[in-house]
């Protein structure tokens, strides 16, 4: 069965700083791997979707990277803002054959960036 | 104006009450899901759809149940066997199976 850890659990950094969440999962047979942001009491927002051929993804600021191998991605923050502030999960999307194509979720970073 | 809509946002009921959440999407996706988020944890699978007429259990199925009878509606029925139904109900859904999956803002189903 697939699981997903994310580490650290909570983080808080001053404006500006560069930051890396982590995310690692134990079977390497994914078909993609998902970052989500969610904000409190709201829904998830996709911020970067990584295909497993794929070893990296940007979107402004982001860049999340995978290593299928050693079941492990990297969600970089470059130039971190107050409005960064909220939780980031990380989401595993299996192969067929070991779990229906379903979404594994980790628990989740939460983030906060100080002015 | 396309997206996914859960209604209500929140949810009050007594214990023993059956209660439905609904989650509606004008994406034209084919797949849909539910999920649930308690505090400090993942979200996880309830039941999903990949087709009209079609669902299937997910990870917590247990006191819950669906219906899949239009492409945009998909809702989640908590039944009064679902032990613990205080929590977060997240809805999703995708073009299909494998690809990116999109979400409502949830309903915060809390039962006394």
């Known amino acids: 069965k697939q699981e997903v850890t994310q580490i650290p659990a909570a983080l808080s950094v001053p404006e500006g700083e560069n930051l890396v969440l982590n995310c690692s999962f134990t079977?390497?047979?994914?078909?993609?791997l998902q970052w989500f942001r969610q904000d409190p009491g709201k829904g998830l927002t996709s911020l970067l979707l990584i295909q497993s051929s794929q070893r990296e993804q940007t979107s402004g600021r982001l860049n999340a990277s995978l290593d299928k191998s050693s079941g492990r991605s990297t969600l970089y923050i470059a130039a971190s803002q107050p409005g960064d502030s909220a939780t980031y999960l990380c989401a595993v999307k299996g192969s067929e054959e070991t779990s229906g194509s379903r979404l594994t979720f980790g628990e989740g970073t939460q983030l906060t960036v100080n002015p | 104006d396309g997206g996914i809509t859960q209604s209500p946002k929140y949810l009050f009921r007594k214990e023993g009450q059956n209660v439905t959440l609904s989650c509606e999407q004008n994406l034209n996706h084919d797949a849909m899901y539910w999920y649930r988020q308690d505090p400090g944890q993942g979200l996880r699978l309830i039941y999903y759809s990949q087709i009209v007429n079609d669902f299937q259990k997910g990870d917590i199925a247990e006191g819950y149940s669906v219906s899949r009878e239009k492409k945009e509606s998909f809702p989640l029925t908590v039944t009064s066997a679902q032990k613990n139904p205080t929590a977060f109900y997240l809805c999703?859904?995708?073009?299909?199976?494998?690809?990116?999956?999109?979400f409502g803002p949830g309903t915060r189903l809390t039962v006394t």
């Open positions: 999703a859904s995708s073009i299909d199976r494998d690809s990116q999956q999109y």
């Open positions: 079977d390497s047979a994914i078909y993609n």
